[in-house]
Every structure is written in structure tokens, then in C-alpha cells.
């Protein structure tokens, strides 16, 4: 069974471009979280989202993020205007379902290095 | 917010040695999980462990939800093991409704095991 798929693996950005990090959730999940680590840090919540709808989003910055979770396909953080600040280590889990009596599964991480 | 605690922030081990690293939390949790980020930054999910005891080979993990701690024993230590090891916790309903589904992780314990 595939576990969670996060890609790029790795992406490069210069200052000012977009970036868009995608997460295809474990089969039969339906329930997408993004974090992000910070260098030396450890992981901080962004937001949560279920098919169609965004559940949480109280740790995403007001400005330039987004984040997106359609019918079909995958997950979707996307950073407009990226500055130094956001070069960190995206990570997505999946669950089943409010996760309240299940794990969250972690992706291997999309790092985002800003030129 | 919820507060997550663990100690100690570094740990330096020879192998084949035993330790245990803790984990306190300040409020009653749903879900309680411990990770290993390795090396290159992949986060390993170890135990799914709200409450109990669980072990998994040279690994095992108590939480007593009631004193809100969780310790995780690492037995006969090998260089493989080296790593962060992150604790990460939801909060429980009945505590904070608004903030079921996502984890708060601690700071980590940094984990180096000698040949």
C-alpha cells in the first residue's frame, strides 16, 4: 500500500515566485494536514482540510498561502510571492477520518529552498 | 495552546546502551504520537500511543494520560537509532473543542549513538 506521496521531492524558488507543493493522501483517507519545519525547529501546524472543504486553517499565515484539497487529485499548498522566510520543510499527513482514534501519516517532506 | 515538553534536548549514547526520553504535556490529549526523523529528514511513526503501553522490537512506549506524560524506552541503542525523536499530541475534546485534528509537536530530543 502507497503510503502518503508529497511532491517535489525538493523545490527551488527565487524570491517573488510561486510555489506549489502537492500531497496525495494514503488510500481510503479523506482527511489531509500540512506542517511546516523550520530549520532546527520542530513541526508547526498549518491547516486541515477534508475533500472539498477547509477545516482548520489557524496556523496558516493570513497572506500568500493556500491551501486546497479538490474531489479528484491531490492536496495543494500553494505560497504566492515567496520570500527567504518560507525556505522550510513541508510535511502532509493523512487520516482516515478525525483522526481522534487514528495516527496521522506523514509524507517524506517537500523542502523549499528560496534563492 | 497546548504546551509540549520534552526532555532532554540532546542525548549522546554509546551503543548498545539504554535510554529513556520523556514527553509532558499540559492538558488532556486525544491522540499522542511519537516520531523519528532521521537522518535525511523523513519522519518514521513509531507508536500511535494515547494511552498504555506498546513495544515494538528493541522499542516500547508508556503514556499515563492522567499525569499527562509519555516516555519512550530505546533498548541496546544502535548508530541507526541517531536522529530527532518528536513527541506530538491532540488536544482533547473536552479541552479545547475548536482544536481537535491537528498535532502539537515538541521541540524534540536530539539522539547521537556511537560506535
Known amino acids: 500500500n502507497a503510503g502518503v506521496m508529497q511532491n517535489p521531492r525538493h523545490l527551488v524558488r527565487r524570491r517573488g515566485q510561486e510555489a506549489r507543493l502537492r500531497c496525495s493522501p494514503m488510500?481510503?483517507?479523506?482527511?489531509v494536514y500540512w506542517y511546516r519545519q523550520l530549520p532546527e525547529e520542530g513541526l508547526k501546524f498549518m491547516v486541515y482540510?477534508?475533500?472539498?472543504?477547509?477545516?482548520?486553517e489557524s496556523g496558516m499565515p493570513k497572506e500568500r498561502f493556500s491551501a486546497e484539497f479538490p474531489k479528484e487529485g491531490p492536496s495543494i499548498l500553494r505560497i504566492q510571492q515567496v520570500v527567504r522566510g518560507d525556505s522550510a520543510a513541508y510535511f502532509c499527513?493523512?487520516?482516515?477520518?478525525?483522526?481522534?482514534?487514528?495516527?496521522?501519516?506523514f509524507g517524506d517532506g517537500t523542502r523549499l529552498s528560496i534563492l | 495552546g497546548i504546551q509540549v515538553e520534552q526532555s532532554p534536548p540532546d542525548l549522546i549514547l554509546q551503543e548498545g546502551a539504554n535510554s529513556t526520553l520523556r514527553c509532558n504535556f499540559s492538558?488532556?490529549?486525544?491522540?499522542l504520537q511519537w516520531f523519528h526523523q532521521n537522518p535525511w529528514g523523513q519522519l518514521i511513526n513509531l507508536f500511535y500511543?494515547?494511552?498504555g503501553t506498546k513495544q515494538n522490537g528493541r522499542l516500547s512506549a508508556t503514556t499515563v494520560a492522567t499525569e499527562r506524560y509519555s516516555l519512550l524506552y530505546i533498548s541496546s541503542s544502535q548508530t541507526t537509532d541517531s536522529g530527532v525523536y518528536f513527541c506530538?499530541?491532540?488536544?482533547?475534546?473536552?479541552?479545547?473543542?475548536?482544536?481537535?485534528?491537528?498535532?502539537?509537536f515538541g521541540q524534540g530530543t536530539i539522539l547521537t549513538v556511537h560506535p
Open positions: 492538558d488532556s490529549v486525544n491522540n
Open positions: 499527513a493523512s487520516s482516515p477520518r478525525y483522526q481522534g482514534d487514528q495516527p496521522q501519516h
Open positions: 482540510l477534508q475533500k472539498e472543504n477547509i477545516i482548520d
Open positions: 506530538a499530541v491532540e488536544l482533547g475534546r473536552n479541552a479545547g473543542g475548536t482544536s481537535y485534528g491537528k498535532l502539537t
Open positions: 500511543i494515547p494511552s
Open positions: 488510500k481510503g483517507h479523506s482527511h
